[in-house]
């Protein structure tokens, strides 16, 4: 018993969060995983209150979209919308490295950093057709 603990001390540990250099790849899988918790627990619970408020007659629906329709609302579907393409188009770079491709440091680099500017210019180019009338 005592040699099986004296083994245990002399084993190499795991690597850690705190030896890794932080990088944007890091930052962009973990926003990727805070995009997919969030897009299924508000996006859920919007699309469930909708629901509800669409069974359950003519007051509750106009109660829902006097909040959908608020700033509060605005500010909620278009942080949805960004969690939707951030989410998409990390979940497309985590596609890419799955296949096999993307790994250089330079690739991946760019890849990370493209991706939060690319999905804040899609928000903003969906939304301001949404105000323009046009969708």
Known sequence: MAQAQKGAKNRPLSPH???WRWGP???????HRITGSGLATIGMMGVVWWLVAAASGPEAYATFLSVASSWFGYVIMIGLTWAFFQHLLS????FVLDI???YELQTNRTWSLMIPALSIVITAAVWLL??????
């Open 91 to 94: 979940g497309l770079r985590h």
């Open 17 to 19: 969060l705190s030896i």
């Open 100 to 102: 096999g491709a993307g």
């Open 25 to 31: 790849h890091m930052a962009i899988s973990i926003l």
């Open 130 to 135: 949404i105000f323009a009338g046009r969708i």
